[in-house]
């Protein structure tokens, strides 16, 4: 199984050996302008999953490209850059000067607009600006997966990532946010049925290739994903308690594999799929 680890949850100059472990690694969404982030509190643990407003903190593209890309390519590992951005002209403008690496755009950016019409936009313009591999990553706030996803690949995209953070606020005991902006992204366990629905609904809209991230913990989660029509799967928030979890998680999605009687994850590309579809055509009738 191609894995990944998902943009922002794996720091891979500090922990080059778990970045060793995935099929490539994704960086954190990189910014036209350096980023500080958000005031702390950032991060929030909730019953089920967690919160974060990092708020895109990173270096900015000429620092990125200058110094970071350099230290990452020497890692030996296939880059994914996470291009993020305020206007469908920054995205571009930053695809325009990456080269040999995979490009992920982050459309669930603070202040973009999250409506088809402008991510499809958004991956026109870099489209035009880049002609290496480009993923868009949209945000399970989508209204209509589906037509995301179509759109996403009439504007030229050669795959899907998703699912990005819910929005989500968390209290303390005196009824206080515990993030100081307030709401933040929701990752984690939580996610899970929303991944699912999420890849279920571009799947039957696009055969593009999919990557599919949320709430990933154990090979069966992997697993089910790729029912649902994911070709990659990522790692996120299991990262920060678990770093060993890419090695786990293939042995335990190859055991779930045999247990199911599939050779190979491409046999059990869509298993899930074609049991609604039969559903459906059973009603049908
Ligand atoms: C601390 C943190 C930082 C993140 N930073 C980014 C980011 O920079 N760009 C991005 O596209 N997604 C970012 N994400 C979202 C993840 O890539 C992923 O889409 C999401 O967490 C769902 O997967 P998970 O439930 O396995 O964590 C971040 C998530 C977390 C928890």
Redesign the pocket.
């Known amino acids: 199984m191609y894995l990944l680890n ?4 794996l720091d891979a100059l500090t922990a080059p050996e778990v970045a060793r472990s995935l099929d490539a690694f ?1 960086t ?2 990189v910014t036209p302008e350096p980023r500080g982030g958000n005031e702390p509190v950032r ?1 929030a643990e909730t019953e089920f ?2 919160l ?1 407003a ?1 708020g ?1 903190a ?1 270096p900015g593209r000429d620092v990125f490209v200058a110094e970071t890309l350099p230290r990452l390519r020497s890692l030996g590992v296939p880059l994914w850059v ?1 291009v ?1 951005g305020f206007s469908a002209e920054e995205y571009a403008a930053t695809c325009a000067v990456l080269e040999d690496v995979t490009i ?1 755009l ?1 459309l ?1 950016c603070p202040n973009v607009d999250e409506a088809p019409e402008s991510a499809a936009e958004i991956v026109r313009m870099c489209r035009e600006a880049t002609a290496g591999p480009l993923f868009a ?1 949209v945000s399970p706030h989508s209204w209509d997966m589906g037509e995301t996803a179509r759109a996403i690949e009439a504007a030229g995209a050669d795959g899907l ?1 998703m ?3 819910l929005r989500g606020v968390a209290l303390d005991v005196a009824l206080r946010p515990a993030l100081a902006r307030g709401a933040g ?1 929701y ?3 939580a ?1 899970r049925p929303v ?1 699912l629905a999420a890849v279920m609904a571009a799947r039957r809209a696009t055969d593009l290739p999919i990557v599919a ?4 913990e154990t090979g069966r989660h992997a697993l089910e994903l790729i029912a649902c029509g994911a070709t990659y799967v ?5 990262l ?1 308690a678990d770093p060993d979890a890419p090695t786990r998680v293939r042995g335990e999605l190859d055991r779930e594999l045999t247990a199911h009687g599939f050779e190979s994850p491409e046999d059990a590309f869509c298993a899930a799929l074609k049991s609604v579809a039969s559903l459906e055509n059973s009603r049908k009738r």
């Open positions: 998902a943009s922002g949850c994704v954190k969404t991060i999953g967690m974060n990092i895109l990173n996470s993020g992920e982050n669930s990553k990532s699912v990005n953070t992204g990752s984690g366990p996610l991944a991230m949320g709430g990933v990522a790692l996120g928030t299991v920060f």
